[in-house]
């Protein structure tokens, strides 16, 4: 019988274990947007955001790579529903949560900074807010990579699943939006941009490629593997071994 | 309260570690499961607590199938591993958060022990702890659970030899009949006069299987005074005081298991053991 009394128990065995690497990691998120807030965003930003991203999964079953660990982990007294239950809502609800709003308060104070250094330029700094859905379905997908490869990998965890996160990435983009898209030429260039400022001038500018076709093609494929990803997952720590 | 049988582990398709176990052990006892290096001890305490699965075979512990790792099958069972996962927590912060999932937990116990075995700060964070003191809080843990099963690996490892004394006491005072607890040991001079049963495994099988009182009733431990027949002598080995011996035990004379005695008998006269006690 699942119990959230013990999920939730589980939940505070992994935040006791975890607080310290989540602030730090949360802090590096905040002062990077800040940072980025003064430059153009670019592909470099994509990826580093997706090293970061798989950074803090590494707060997701973090007990599994390590042999005495994992087998504390395993051992402990609560289903495996539960354990996975606990994991879920690290990575697809607190750590995202998080992640957000590192993000849009470092961005608000960074373009808050620019405003007041030039007070010619105005840049709303609730602007982050008007697209992050966009920026947490991706988010979302990336964790559920990063899921399925914090319990798949057992050395190098963060840099497999950063390779395996990126991959995806650039299969997501390159590949299935470059078919939906109408004018399959520039469309990837508009995905890889959606959620900065060029993505709203070119939708102004030019109209490029449907509006939608970005966010359809990640819901949709992001769908598909979201969902094989978390089966497999979980199966995956049920039989796992110590 | 743990039934074993045929069962088959490998890590490897190729060779198996364990092939053939046959094993029934039942509450009320400390056993010693001993072995020599790479034979399979740390292997079968998984097994029993459920970290690992079968190739083949059953496995049976308090009714219920452990590889199914069952709330109600783990909150009655603890594994002490050799070495000691690092913590990042304060030693009370680690009972308050691990003590909920073990219905049977004593805080009062688990001070007790703690005390006894000098550790006296419980606010400091177990990754400044030495590895024996790391050791020391997780055996306190291990007790005061009041776990049905313990398994502990190589317990004694790293402790001075004072807290090896005290580890001794507290294992004579938490064992009841309701309990199992099998200690995986090379070091069986720190615990032989525990022990009510003694496990041997060799080459993937059960070697020897026998409590304390069936071992003495069938072999003889003492210093060799000339009058022994030589077919009868299992094992000896010079000593201070004397040619130690194991020999069989014809006339129903009195003496205490020596544990590395028997160990080495065991490897020495594998046929003869074999032999006596499947009688």
Known sequence: MFSFKRMAGVMKRDWANNRKTFFILMAVLFVVQIVFSFFTPSVLKFVLYIGLIVTIGKLVFWDYPDGNRRLAALLLPASNAEKYASQWLWAFVILPISVVVAVAAGQFLGYTLITLINSSIWINPFYFLCISWGFVLRILIVETVTFAGCLLFRKSRTLKTWLVAVGYFLFLFFALEKVLSIKSETSWQVSISADTENYLLKMNDEWIAPWWSSDVALAITGAVVVVFLHVWTYFRLKEEEA | MIHIKNLKFGYNRKSLVLDGIDLSLGAGAITGLLGKNGVGKTTLLKLIAGALRPDGGEVSVLGHSPEKRSVDFLSQIYLLPEEMPEMHLTIDKYMSIHAPFYPRFSEDEFRGFLAELEITDTSVSMSKLSMGNRK?????????????????????????????????????????????????????RDLQNILDAVVILDNTKVLLNADTYAITQRLFFGIADGSENPDDVLYSAPSVAGTQIVRVNGKGEESDVDVELLFNAAFNAKQKITELFNK
């Open chain 2, 136 to 188: 020391k809080v997780f055996i306190a843990f291990a007790l005061a659970t009041n776990a049905r099963l313990i398994l502990m690996d190589e317990p004694t490892n790293g402790l001075d030899i004072h807290s090896k004394s005290v580890l001794r006491k507290l294992l004579r005072t938490k064992a009841d009949e309701d309990r199992l607890i099998i200690i995986s040991t090379h070091q069986v």
